[in-house]
């Protein structure tokens, strides 16, 4: 009997290795598409929502900022806005600053527009 060298049979590993590499790519394309589905469009969406609430504040709306501040839009400019959080006290905040819209400014109500009423 005659003995053949192990370096000339087939391993297993080369015989395994003959597949197609369609399955990797295939799995790269389903990670990415669940990640733009579950990350990146909802924070786009959100993004836009928080752009066009920064864009409609107008005096006498109530807002709340991104620290947690209550307080009622007094004036406002293309960059900055001035929140009045007690009676007679201003403080001036970036646009960006304004996280939520709590209740809209009374329409046509310009009169009112931080008139403060005096104290009794």
Partial sequence: MTSVPL?????????????????????LLLLGGVTYLMLIRP???RAKQLRETQAVLSPGAE??????????????????????TSPGVHSR????????????????????GGAVPPAV
């Fill in 7 to 27: 370096a000339a049979l087939p391993s297993a590993a080369a015989q395994q290795s003959s597949g197609s590499g369609i399955a990797p790519l295939v799995l």
């Fill in 43 to 45: 924070q786009r969406r």
């Fill in 63 to 84: 807002v709340m900022t991104t620290a947690g501040l209550y307080a009622t839009v007094v004036a406002h400019d293309d960059e900055t806005v001035t929140l009045e």
């Fill in 93 to 112: 905040y970036a646009r960006a600053a304004v996280a939520r819209i709590l209740t809209p400014a009374p329409v046509g109500d310009e009169s009112a």
